[in-house]
């Protein structure tokens, strides 16, 4: 019964349910991702059949569950005599998915979307198990345990930048909204800086879980050159670009972290040699807002 209610749905997310149950702390305390039923239809994208092996923890190993199906609307559920515990997914699959059975393109799509998920993913390969994500998100950490070096190197690893960063700021916002920023002011420009139209913004994760690689929304043209990451809790796992213009909590976070920049901006001017540097990369980026941004033109 459980089975067929949770994966003859498509998008039922026992996970949800569970959470909605939970008191304040303790689903902030839940490292839960929810939306199980999104993602797992979306492997006949790829798959002529998905068949699930499944039994529950305080079953009986007699009492596994076979489900199949070919994503067509009809799907078989039977008894399995199942001893381990837990879930195996299996994918057949289609001729002209071959790609995701060769290790390099599973590495890549493990550390691209799954990178920082709290979990360890770990890849079979001849025979031996290799961890292939990292399992940390560091924006999740507390500011106080993250040196100077590791604040570096993560922009480096996200930015493909060999320049250390002229300056960070990492927060986190908690009450109405709840997301976590880890913004950086690079040292040089890239080269398509002066390309309004190209791809700019930052990365944005939902949960850890990688989203979308420019989110423009979350900060203002002018400022284009910040590099870094917003993670939010409570946009959806399957946002699009179109539902964050539509989304009325961007519009708080966008004015909360174009502020932050411009405190950035203050503590590197205490630094004259940095912002000199700063200046001569992007103040007529600076000038621009002075155009684009009537809110915080004065300032």
Known sequence: D??????????????AAFLAKLSGDQRKDARLIGQFGVGFYSAFI???????????????????????SDGRG????????RPERGTTVQLKLKADADEFLRPER???????????????????????????????????????EISDAEYVEFYKHIAHDTED?????????????????????????????????SPKGVKLYVQRV??????????????????????????SLNVSRELLQQDEAIGAMRSAL?????????RLAD???????????????VKEGLVEDPANRER
Do not use: C
């Open 2 to 15: 459980e089975v067929i209610e949770h994966l003859g749905t498509i998008a039922r997310s026992g996970t």
């Open 106 to 144: 599973l590495r890549a799509l493990i550390r691209k979307y799954s990178d920082h998920i709290a979990f360890p993913v770990h890849l079979a390969v001849a025979g031996a198990d290799e961890t292939v994500n990292r399992a940390k998100a560091l924006w999740t950490r507390p500011r106080a």
């Open 210 to 235: 990688f989203i979308m690689d420019q989110a423009t929304q979350f900060l203002p043209l002018y400022l284009r050159f910040v590099r870094g990451i917003v993670d939010s809790s409570e946009l």
């Open 271 to 285: 630094d004259g040699d940095k912002y000199a540097k700063f200046w001569r990369e992007f103040g007529a980026l």
């Open 258 to 266: 174009t502020r932050r920049v411009l405190d950035m901006l203050d």
């Open 74 to 81: 009809e799907y078989s559920v039977a008894a399995l005599d």
């Open 165 to 197: 960063p002229l300056i960070w700021a990492h927060n986190r916002v908690e009450g109405k909204r709840e997301y976590t920023s880890l913004l950086y002011v690079p040292a040089v420009a890239p080269f398509d800086l002066w390309n309004r139209e």
């Open 46 to 68: 790829v798959a002529d059949e998905v068949t699930v092996l499944s039994r529950r923890a305080d079953a009986p190993a007699e009492q596994g569950v076979r489900w199949v």
